[in-house]
C-alpha cells in the first residue's frame, strides 16, 4: 500500500507561486493523485487530479515526473485566501477495489 | 448539480451511548461513498467506502459500522460510543473519475 507524505507546514507571501510536494510510493503507471484544500471545520475540497506528466485547470497545476515517486501540486500567485491545509491522495487501482491513502497534510501559511 | 447532506453538524454524546450519522447525497447516481474521520489537528482516516447498495468495505477495524439502505443514503452507526471515537466525520461521494466531494461534517464530542 502506497505511503503518502507531504511536508507539515510552508509559509509564502501573497502573489508568489507556490509547490506542495508529495512522496509517494508503489504508484502504478494508472493509478491517480488527487489534491485537496481544507479550511478549518470544514470539509476538504477537491482541487486537481491527474496520474501522469502534468494536468492544468484555473486554479492550479500537478506534476507526477517519470518515476511517479512523487508529485507537486504548484499554485500560482497564492492570496490569503489560500491559507488552509493541502492534502495529497493517492488512489491505487486494483481488481478487488481501490485503495485510497492520504498525505499527512501541509498547512500552508500565506502572509501579505 | 450535485450536493452532499450531512446531519447532525455537532453532536455532544455520552460514552456508551449509541451513534448515528446519516450522509445523503443529490444529483448523482450509483456513487462511490465513503466515510472518514478526521481527528482534532491531524489528516484524514477512510473508515468505510462503499461502491453500491448493502456494500460496505471497513478499511479500520473499530466499534463503527457502515450501512447504505438506498443508493444515496450512507450511514455511520455505533452501539456504544468510546472517548476515542470524538473527532470530525466527513461523507464524502465520487463518480467514475475518483474525484472525491466531501460534505460538510458532522463534530463528535464523547463525554
Known amino acids: 500500500l502506497a505511503k503518502t507524505t507531504q511536508p507539515i507546514s510552508m509559509d509564502s507571501y501573497e502573489g508568489q507561486e507556490v509547490n506542495i510536494t508529495c512522496s509517494h510510493n508503489n504508484i502504478a503507471t494508472n493509478d491517480y493523485i488527487t489534491w485537496y484544500q481544507q479550511f478549518p471545520s470544514q470539509g476538504p475540497r477537491f482541487i486537481i487530479q491527474g496520474y501522469k506528466t502534468k494536468v492544468t485547470n484555473e486554479v492550479a497545476s500537478l506534476f507526477i515526473p517519470a518515476d511517479r515517486k512523487s508529485s507537486t501540486l504548484s499554485l500560482p500567485r497564492v492570496s490569503l485566501s489560500d491559507t488552509a491545509v493541502y492534502y495529497c491522495?493517492?488512489?491505487?487501482?486494483?481488481?478487488?477495489?481501490?485503495?485510497?491513502?492520504f498525505g499527512t497534510g501541509t498547512q500552508l501559511k500565506v502572509e501579505l | 448539480s450535485q450536493t452532499i447532506h450531512q446531519w447532525p453538524a455537532t453532536l455532544v454524546q455520552p460514552v456508551g451511548s449509541p451513534l448515528s450519522l446519516e450522509c445523503t447525497v443529490e444529483g448523482t447516481s450509483n456513487p462511490n461513498l465513503y466515510w472518514y474521520r478526521q481527528a482534532a489537528g491531524r489528516g484524514l482516516q477512510l473508515l468505510f467506502y462503499?461502491?453500491?447498495?448493502?456494500?460496505i468495505s471497513s478499511e479500520v477495524p473499530q466499534n463503527l459500522s457502515a450501512s447504505r439502505p438506498q443508493d444515496r443514503q450512507f450511514i455511520l452507526s455505533s452501539k456504544k460510543l468510546l472517548l476515542s471515537d470524538s473527532g470530525f466525520y466527513l461523507c464524502?461521494?465520487?463518480?467514475?473519475?475518483?474525484?472525491?466531494?466531501f460534505g460538510p461534517g458532522t463534530r463528535l464530542t464523547v463525554t
Open positions: 462503499s461502491v453500491g447498495i448493502g456494500q
Open positions: 464524502a461521494w465520487s463518480g467514475s473519475s475518483y474525484e472525491q466531494y
Open positions: 491522495l493517492a488512489i491505487i487501482l486494483t481488481g478487488g477495489g481501490n485503495k485510497l491513502t
